[in-house]
């Protein structure tokens, strides 16, 4: 099953199962989505509940929050997260705060979703990876799938989810295949929220990442064991809640902790994860944690120049 | 004479007079020139000096348009007319959109003029609360001068757009309000001891003490948390109503910015939105001359705010905000069409704010005395709707001053009990920044409490635990 299959299947069986579910933004009825990750869904739930919008990402995605506000369970999309940077005010300050202003008065169950982090060969306005920056926020989560099975599970319970939800897909996984299990294709499967996943076992060293870099983790994985060295990769699934034990437990086991993100390094994922470590198995390392990132510039557009700018 | 509407029907009657004036006049001399067919058009020379006759000489084929593909064009959203000569729209009217009011600067009615009718009981019970909120005011004011309170905004001036918007509503109608609307939650019942409550954040307010003085909020009052980031209230009202929308609700949500909100992005996403989406959502604006120190001068170049309403396709109202029958009157035609014909509304309302934007800000530094006078003296809400409900025989000097030595003993008694009582628990802290609390807050909560417990002479004592 393809990633945009996961998800169109995941919103189409939430939309089926809560009428309270519906999805907005620019081009996701008529069009099916930039990426058609709406695809047959205008024809199915009617222009009610998908709701093309006009381009003003500050006013649908108020508008989103308005409706969560007054009960609805909107899933916003933006054709890349660069574009959630004109309604970040309303992620951050009307949606990840209501709750605890209006002091468990006002919940906000949203789902913000869409492309995240570089593509190919579509420059600095398309290319950023927001994951640091909204999983500093308390009062939001931040999801990142990487395969099919987690694209499902995760969009399932962020759509089920009362609290507001980021959920940062990746534009070249989205026609990436996944064997999928029986299991993870029952209407009724969801993923834990703050749970990362064990994706390969491993005992000298962990490396943690998230999105389309646990692919490339993966691969790193089998190039080491050809090495005779054995990595354990964690798919973080989560980035807010992070989930702190599975990664110190990792640690403590391989003494070695490398941490990949395509984002910017300061402040980062991968810093996050290291001040984690530091603090909790700071005894238990045998060596400086290694930080793979991208590297501390706007995207590039020329294709070798954009390579060189992300983890490779 | 007056129009009173007492009945449906008359209202309706009201309802249908707001459309007349608002309704899109086009002269009719204006409309057949541009439809002119070419052979005519040619022989008028100045077009200008002809075009009453020649109007009335073509009134009988003015249908041609329609038929002749050179003059109109079929164009997303209807049929455009072409025209031959350079003609830009003005930047402005030549008028200034005209402002509704049923009262005089002195409370006396308007001869002709239309209202909906309110009954002793509302018109005593908005006289009443308008008076509540100005003491309210005048005490919370006072305490946070004498340093009871981190901060507060008065609502002077601006009563008559608070009391009789919250009357002409129905309590199912949600309310978004910026922060100098506290009049509809007094309207609904919010207790002179629950705004004290919220405004010393003590155990008491709903809010846990986690929003500074005036940022009220209340489910049950269908008022939403103030929020302090200017404008955004404006879409979220618009996605509320969409909710309302889909749920086919007899009601509608009513949102409230002032003229500096106008400027802000979101302004212009909420209208535009609100009349792609036909959402119930009214949007009255506060134009009360100052946006802190900024005044509408540099803040706008067009007409105030009505005239923005009919570029995103909304229908406009201007009405004098200090005229509580006028307001109460259009608020209550406005949430008619707005339900009826699930459609946003705006209306503008001129009014002043008489107090300072809030205690961080001294107006006195930017404007003058003698303008701050003038508005609070010679166009008092309050004073204009007395004269109105005294000429009703509906109020007396005895209730005046029974009503405030009452009030004001009440608000007194309030801000005591309020400022003595406990401050929130540690635990509101940590709760409700997620529906469930995740583990690393957990461990923040458990240090905390740790290290309270373990060097208790360095944190404050009046933190319960």
């Known amino acids: 099953m393809t990633v945009r299959d996961a998800l169109n299947s995941a919103i189409d069986e939430e939309m089926s199962a809560d009428p309270k579910v519906f999805v907005m933004g620019e081009e996701v009825g008529q069009y099916q989505g930039a990426y058609k990750i709406t695809k047959g869904l205008l024809e199915k739930y009617g222009p009610e509940r998908v709701y093309d919008t006009p381009i003003t990402e500050a006013g649908f995605t108020g508008i989103g929050v308005g409706a969560a506000y007054a009960g609805l369970k909107p899933v916003v999309e933006f054709m890349t997260f660069n574009f959630s940077m004109q309604a970040i005010d309303h992620i951050i300050n009307s949606a990840a705060k209501s709750n605890y202003m209006s002091a468990g008065q006002i919940n906000v169950p949203i789902v913000f979703r869409g492309p995240n982090g570089a593509a190919a060969g579509v420059g600095a306005q398309h290319s950023q990876c927001y994951a640091a920056w909204y999983a500093s926020v308390p009062g939001l989560k931040v999801l990142a799938p990487y395969s099919a099975e987690d694209a499902r599970g995760l969009l399932k319970a962020a759509i089920r989810d009362p609290d507001p939800v980021v959920f940062l897909e990746n534009e070249l996984l989205y026609g990436e295949s996944f064997p999928i299990s029986e299991e993870a294709l029952d209407s009724s499967f969801c993923l834990p929220i703050g749970k990362a996943k064990i994706e390969r076992e491993g005992k000298d060293v962990t490396i943690t990442t998230f999105s389309k870099m646990v692919g490339f983790a993966l691969k790193a994985a089998e190039k080491l064991a050809e090495e005779g060295i054995s990595a354990e990769v964690i798919n973080l699934r989560s980035i807010r809640p992070l989930d702190r034990a599975t990664i110190n437990a990792s640690v403590r086991k391989t003494s070695r902790l490398v941490t990949v993100e395509e984002g910017f390094p300061q402040h980062g994922v991968c810093a996050e994860i290291c001040a984690s470590v530091v603090e909790e198995s700071f005894s238990y390392l045998d060596a400086p944690v290694e930080r793979i990132a991208g590297a501390d510039v706007p995207m590039p557009y020329a294709a070798n120049l954009e390579r060189l700018a992300l983890p490779q | ?465």
């Open chain 2, 1 to 465: 004479m007056a129009h009173f509407l007492k009945s449906s029907s008359s209202k309706s009657a009201l309802l249908n007079i707001l459309k007349h004036n608002l309704a899109l006049v086009t002269p009719a001399r204006r409309h057949l020139r541009q439809s002119l067919p070419p052979s005519i058009r040619a022989s008028q020379n100045p077009i200008s000096r002809l075009c009453n006759t020649m109007a009335e000489k073509l009134s009988s084929i003015g249908f041609h348009e329609d038929a002749n593909n050179q003059e109109v064009m079929d164009f997303p959203g209807g049929k455009v007319a072409f025209t031959h000569e350079i003609h830009f729209i003005s930047e402005s009217s030549q008028e200034r959109v005209p402002c509704y009011r049923v009262l005089d600067d002195n409370g006396q009615q308007i001869t002709n003029s239309h209202f909906v009718q309110v009954s002793e009981e509302v018109a005593v019970k908005m006289y009443s609360d308008m008076v509540t909120l100005q003491i309210m005011d005048n005490i919370f004011y006072e305490a946070q001068r004498q340093g009871r309170l981190s901060f507060y905004a008065t609502t002077i001036g601006e009563e008559a757009i608070n009391i009789a918007s919250a009357a002409a509503l129905t309590p199912e109608d949600v309310i978004f309000p910026q922060y100098r609307e506290p009049g509809l939650l007094l309207w609904r019942g919010f207790t002179l001891q629950e705004f004290a409550n919220q405004c010393f954040g003590n155990k008491s307010d709903y809010g846990k003490g986690r929003q500074m003085p005036v940022h009220y909020g209340s489910n049950k009052l269908n008022y939403f948390t103030v929020s302090a980031t200017i404008a955004t209230q404006l879409p979220n009202a618009v996605g509320a109503a969409y909710s309302l929308k889909m749920d086919k609700k007899d009601a509608c949500v009513v949102t409230f910015f002032g003229d500096g909100g106008s400027s802000e992005g979101d302004f212009h996403g909420a209208l535009n939105l609100a009349a792609v989406m036909e959402a119930p959502v009214l949007f009255i604006c506060r134009n009360n001359g100052w946006a802190i120190s900024t005044p509408t001068s540099d803040q706008f170049r067009s007409d105030g705010v009505v005239v923005k309403g009919r570029a995103y396709g909304i229908r406009s109202i201007r009405v004098d905000g200090n005229d509580a029958l006028a307001m109460y009157s259009a608020v209550h035609a406005a949430r008619e069409m707005a339900i009826t014909e699930q459609r946003p509304i705006l209306i503008e309302a001129l009014t002043y704010r008489v107090g300072h934007h809030s205690t961080s800000d001294d107006s006195t530094r930017y404007r003058s005395a003698d303008e701050i006078e003038w508005w609070s003296k010679a166009r008092n809400p309050l004073s204009r709707f007395r004269t109105w409900i005294e000429s009703n025989g509906w109020w007396s000097d005895e209730a005046e001053s029974d009503l405030r030595s009452r009030i004001k003993k009440e608000m007194l008694e309030a801000l005591r009990v309020a400022e003595k009582s406990k401050k929130p628990n540690l635990k509101n802290m940590f709760s409700d920044v997620y529906d469930v609390p995740p583990p690393n807050l957990k461990e923040q909560e458990l240090v905390v409490r740790q290290t309270i417990k373990s060097h208790p002479q360095d944190y404050p004592s009046d933190v319960p635990f």
